[in-house]
């Protein structure tokens, strides 16, 4: 049987309990064998984040280490010095993991956006997406997105497993209410993020002193 592996890419900016509680949650669900998270170096539908990739690497190597073996981090887009395109990352994945079965892992947001992402039809040649749903968003009313969809939609993790590519499976997901620019604006205050972050990451900020006045 294939392996099938997780894909979570985002700036990470910083890592909080959103990101790990969804990205376990995934894993739970279905059954992954791993699921990689790729900090993103230049992102194409942001700003670059004012504090540095590497910086960004670091804690998200404090928030998983020695926590949860399934999840791992991987720095290939940091490597790239370019825009992290996610259909560069999905090449590059196949070449490094053939045979693997890939879920591309998004927010119920970033999916309802997919048509404004670089070369997104390809996207679903290189792999399985699955949605993180959030209660508060609803599904995509873009009709271009809706034709795409149909014959892909798929309830059932077997089908994920089994078949190579192509497949859209959307996963609840625990919701904890906290986004990285939340976490940014308090710490710009100089007010605590505890609990809103992993405990090393949260020392780690303290110590750096990163995001004050960002």
Known sequence: MSRLLGLLGGTFDPVHNGHLRAALDVCEAGGLDQLRLLPCHIPPHRQT??????????????????????????????QRNAVSYTVDTLHS???????????LLLGTDSFNSLTSWHRW?????????????RPDISETDDPVLARWLRGRRTEDWADLRYESVGRVLFQPVAQLG?????????????????YLLPEPVWQEIQQQQLYAGV
Request: charged share 30%; aromatic share 2%.
């Open 121 to 133: 039809r390809e996207l679903g040649e290189l792999a399985h997406l699955v949605v993180m749903q």
């Open 49 to 78: 984040p004012r504090v540095d990739a590497a910086t960004r690497l670091q804690l998200l190597q404090a928030a998983i280490h020695g926590e949860e073996p399934r999840l791992v981090v991987d720095d290939r887009e940091l």
């Open 178 to 194: 906290i986004s990285a620019s939340m976490v940014r604006e308090r710490l710009a205050a100089g007010r605590s993020a505890r």
């Open 93 to 103: 994945m196949h070449l490094d993991f053939p045979g693997a079965r890939l879920c």
